[in-house]
Every structure is written in C-alpha cells, then in structure tokens.
C-alpha cells in the first residue's frame, strides 16, 4: 500500500505524513495530524437508548380482603346449588311434620328418624360437593376455584406449580382448623409476610395473583 507524504512549508522537503518534524529543517509539520484524522476512517458512534422506566410490581401474593371476596363468590355458587337439594332432600321431611303439628299430632319415631337422616344425607352431600368443588379447581389448569379465577388467583405450591388433587383435599381438610379459635386461621393471611394462612402453612401453598 503507497505511504502518504505531506511537504514541508519551509523547505519543501518531503516527509512521511506521520512525521512530526521535517526531516530536513526540523519544523513541527503541524499538518499531518489533521490529515491523519482526515485519511483514518470515521467511526460510528450511535446514542444509547434510554433505559425505559418499569414500575415496580405490586406484592404478587393474594391479600385477606381479594382472597374473602373470593369466597363470598364461591359460596354463593355453591349455596344456589345446595337451594335445591335442600328442598329434594330436607323439605318434604318438614312438610310431614308440620302437617301432623296442624292435626295435634305427636311426630313419630319413624317420621323424627327421616327428618334427622334427611338432614345427615343433606350435610353430608354439600359437605362432599364443597370439597370436591374446591380440590378439584384447585388442582386443575385454574388453580383455583370459580371466585379466585374471576379475581385473577391462583394457588401453588412453593415453587410456584400447580398442586395435586391429594394436596388440593390437605388443602381443604386444613380450612377446618383455620376456622377454629374465631378464624384465627384465616385472620393470619392479612399479616403473614406472603399473605399464607394456616391451611397454606400446613399444606405448603401460597396464594398469588396474575
């Protein structure tokens, strides 16, 4: 490749164009710096984008009152199913009662022996509904009952998956002694640092939203 020269503006003598000095009278060739900046390539600088602000996120676990709210939707679902059943099961039982009542009739053995089976049969139905109603969502792609889809829940296990249908039913079965002691169980989820009340403790679940 061909060196460039620059010429001495005092005695034209000939120098290579990164000379400093003229080789022949020794002036300072204050020329071969611009023309150096001018024969090297121009880089290309391009600005930075700026970094764009994101928020930080709200706590990810579901507080008391979205998760009461939740259950407030859930039983109300599951209350106009047990409407039904109450009247098939519990209310012709009444009804006999009452239509011996009006005739100064004592009830008897067989007719106390049917109401209070009716009424065992009705418990133990809507007991079974609600826990197959709740572990069966809780296990499922949901993660979670009807009430906590609607308010975007979804309960998982401590690494963040979904539970099985054996923890779902710990799960539920645990809702027993959270509602002892004037629910103290459930009071705990609005001071628990990740919101987990005691049935979450004993199943080793945890409640978030998304």
């Not at 710096?33 to 984008?49: E, F, G, I, K």
């Not at 099961?89 to 009662?97: E, G, S």
């Amino acid at each position: 490749m061909p060196e460039n020269f620059i010429f001495c503006s005092k005695c034209g003598a000939q120098n290579s164009a990164l000379a400093q000095f003229c080789q022949n009278c020794g002036l300072t060739l204050s020329s071969n710096l611009a023309q150096a900046q001018t024969a090297a390539p121009a880089r290309a600088y391009t600005a930075a984008s700026p970094v764009p602000y994101v928020a930080a996120p709200a706590t990810p676990y579901g507080g008391f009152w979205i998760r009461f709210l939740a259950y407030v939707i859930d039983h109300a679902i599951l209350g106009a199913v047990a409407a039904p059943l109450f009247f098939i099961t519990v209310l012709p039982a009444i009804v006999r009662i009452a239509h011996q009542a009006e005739r100064d009739q004592e009830p008897s053995p067989e007719m106390i022996i049917a109401i209070v089976s009716s009424v065992f049969v009705y418990i133990a139905l809507a007991f079974v509904g609600q826990w197959l109603y709740e572990a069966l969502l809780t296990s499922s792609a949901w993660q979670g009952t009807i009430g906590k889809r609607v308010l975007r829940l979804k309960v998982v296990d401590e690494v963040g998956t979904r539970i099985s249908f054996g923890r779902a039913t710990g799960r539920f079965f645990a809702k027993i002694l959270s509602s002892m002691f004037f629910c103290i169980g459930f009071i705990m989820i609005g001071f628990t640092e990740r919101k987990t009340g005691l049935h979450d403790m004993l199943a080793g679940t945890k409640v978030l939203r998304y």
